[in-house]
């Protein structure tokens, strides 16, 4: 089959690699419908994260199960599904106390999983999914082919957006700004707008992507970054800034950015994946009383609450998805996101 590896600092080739093969009894073999480039791998793809051999790459897919170990009892051949970003068995302690990216069995695609064998990236033609009942959620028949760019949105980006607003504390009548307008940014606008914030401000510089920040629910945008974002922030909000702000980059500057934006007493959100130095100033945080909260989205934990919201078209975050390239042409999907020609690719194989 194919499957995308990367090789090195703007290095990324489609290859034939094996097909994978159920191994344990407890495991699936998905053949991937639609998959993603995620602004997470742009990491390694810029060479933030070094590449020090060849590895698969991807890890958000949607697809179709095409076989099943002996042992697995809730999904069956046939079964449209969508899988996390990572492999989960939904039992453990850490699973069910709402944390399952901490799953004590669990691991990451496009690595070996806690037995040896091997889970493919998921952007590829087919993945071996190690733990098909506990990672996999079954929808509810074949979806309509028009929402799978939004269930494929469950598998990271909506459910990461949600556990930021929900780890910010967003409630009916919250005041919030989200630092970030990637994907993972525009879907926390959403999930704040779900969750009943009163008004929600984008920081964003990119006309295209303040479009799709007021159809999520955004009421209003400020395109100064650093001090002069945070005093235009804060004085919105009375000189004293929002009751909460989700940080949805990961960089030092856009931690920075967030912390001295909410008002004292508030909450940062945090779901950006760490790089660039980022660190917490605890006298800071500790003078302004201002909480933080976040770390990995559990969105596997999210996943049936925000299902039946996309199937009956009450949220649409496959908006995010502004350009779709085949597998073919997944070094174009890489560099159309990294030169911002694109907010996020669907690559459909």
């Known amino acids: 089959m194919l499957a995308t590896l990367i090789y090195g600092e703007r290095d990324i080739r489609l290859e034939e690699v094996p097909d994978p093969v159920l191994s344990t009894g407890i495991d699936a073999i998905v053949r991937v419908v639609a998959a993603c480039v995620c602004g997470s791998d742009l990491w390694p793809y810029r060479g933030v994260v070094p590449t020090n051999d060849p590895k698969r790459i991807g890890h958000e897919f949607v697809g179709i199960v095409e076989a099943i170990g002996d042992d697995v009892k809730k999904i069956k051949i046939g079964d449209f599904v969508i899988a996390p ?25 496009g690595a070996d999983d806690r037995s040896g064998h091997f889970a493919d990236g998921g952007q590829g033609e087919r993945v071996r999914v190690p733990h098909a009942d506990g990672s996999l959620v079954a929808t509810p028949g074949q979806p309509d082919p028009a929402l799978i760019p939004s269930v494929l949105t469950l598998a990271d980006v909506m459910g990461t957006g949600h556990h930021a607003a929900l780890s910010g504390g967003v409630t009916h009548g919250s005041t919030v700004a989200v630092v970030g307008d990637g994907a993972v940014g525009l879907c926390a606008i959403l999930a704040s707008k779900r969750l ?6 984008a920081m964003s510089r990119h006309a295209d992507r303040q479009a799709i ?12 970054r650093g001090e002069a974002g945070i005093k235009h922030i804060r004085e919105m909000f009375g000189g004293i ?3 909460i702000v989700l940080e949805c980059v990961g960089t030092a500057e856009s931690m920075d950015q967030a912390i001295k934006s909410v008002r004292p007493g508030g909450m940062v959100g945090y779901v950006g994946v760490p790089n ?17 909260n976040g770390g990995v989205a559990p969105v596997r934990n999210y996943i049936h ?7 009956d078209h009450r949220i649409n975050p496959g908006r995010v998805f502004d350009l779709e390239l085949p597998l073919t042409e997944v070094a174009e ?12 690719v669907l690559l459909r194989p």
């Open 85 to 109: 970003f990572y492999d989960c068995d939904m039992t453990c302690t850490n699973c069910e106390n709402g944390v399952s990216t901490s799953c004590l069995n669990g691991g990451w695609w």
């Open 213 to 224: 920040a007021f159809e999520f629910g955004a009421t209003d945008v400020v395109e100064e």
């Open 333 to 344: 999907a890489y560099a159309a996101m990294d030169e911002r020609r694109a907010t996020k």
């Open 276 to 292: 660039g130095g980022a660190e917490l100033p605890i006298r800071t945080l500790f003078n302004r009383n201002v909480g933080v």
């Open 305 to 311: 609450e925000l299902l039946p919201e996309v199937l």
């Open 196 to 201: 009943g914030a009163s008004r929600i401000v």
């Open 241 to 243: 800034g929002p009751d």
